[in-house]
T-cell receptor, first 109, second 113 residues
Framework: RKEVEQDPGPFNVPEGATVAFNCTYS??????FFWYRQDCRKEPKLLMS???SGNEDGRFTAQLNRASQYISLLIRDSKLSDSATYLC??????????FGTGTRLQVFP | EAQVTQNPRYLITVTGKKLTVTCSQN?????MSWYRQDPGLGLRQIYY???????DKGDVPEGYKVSRKEKRNFPLILESPSPNQTSLYFC????????????FGPGTRLTVL
């Protein structure tokens, strides 16, 4: 079992739709959580950190459920430019980041 | 502009021919890492460095070496490349704490024939 698991997708959604991704992690000692965005053949870039109380950044909302060990990312009012792969990232608790394999999103007109 | 640079961006080589991929950051970050990304496996850490002259193995270090003689540079060395090292490689840096954002270089696509 992978330490960080994501549904690879692809999620194909029309513009304006709301889409949600989940990610589960197996190490209960994990302390920090992030969502990174990766465009095709480009480097990953930080989208947002995930806080225990949940946090929002414009159309993006991230939630953390420590009891069930999962993280979610909600994207509202999807844009064509949101098409990318979204990587769930977890800090193992030893200063090391563990990356999920990513969930691919394709937004169509 | 704050950035991580890697060179070369693309490289095709043959088995056994030593190569070095350079990585440099201008943000005075202490922590630097090398990752490889393969389909279905995601980003896997090869080596990391907490500071100058301090390096340690990541999850897939076999066949790779690194050095950290200066804070800004963290080259990845393949002494004798093999075809299973064909991959997309990313260098990354961040401040010491893992709660901080990690910045990635643009990637190096390596093909070993």
């Amino acid at each position: 079992r992978k330490e960080v698991e994501q549904d690879p997708g692809p999620f194909n959604v029309p513009e304006g739709a709301t889409v949600a991704f989940n990610c589960t992690y197996s190490n209960s000692a994990s302390q920090s959580f992030f969502w990174y965005r990766q465009d095709c053949r480009k480097e990953p870039k930080l989208l947002m950190s995930v806080y225990s109380s949940g946090n929002e950044d414009g159309r993006f909302t991230a939630q953390l459920n420590r009891a069930s060990q999962y993280i979610s990312l909600l994207i509202r009012d999807s844009k064509l430019s949101d098409s990318a792969t979204y990587l769930c990232v977890v800090n193992r608790g030893t200063d090391k980041l563990i990356f999920g394999t990513g969930t691919r999103l394709q937004v169509f007109p | 502009e704050a950035q991580v640079t890697q060179n070369p961006r693309y490289l095709i080589t043959v088995t056994g021919k030593k190569l070095t991929v350079t990585c440099s950051q201008n943000m005075n970050h202490e922590y630097m890492s090398w990752y490889r990304q393969d389909p279905g496996l995601g980003l896997r850490q090869i080596y990391y460095s907490m500071n100058v002259e301090v390096t340690d193995k990541g999850d897939v270090p076999e066949g790779y070496k690194v050095s950290r003689k200066e804070k800004r540079n963290f080259p990845l060395i393949l002494e004798s490349p093999s075809p299973n090292q064909t991959s997309l490689y990313f260098c990354a840096s961040r401040e010491r704490m893992s709660t901080n954002e990690q910045f990635f270089g643009p990637g190096t696509r390596l093909t070993v024939l």
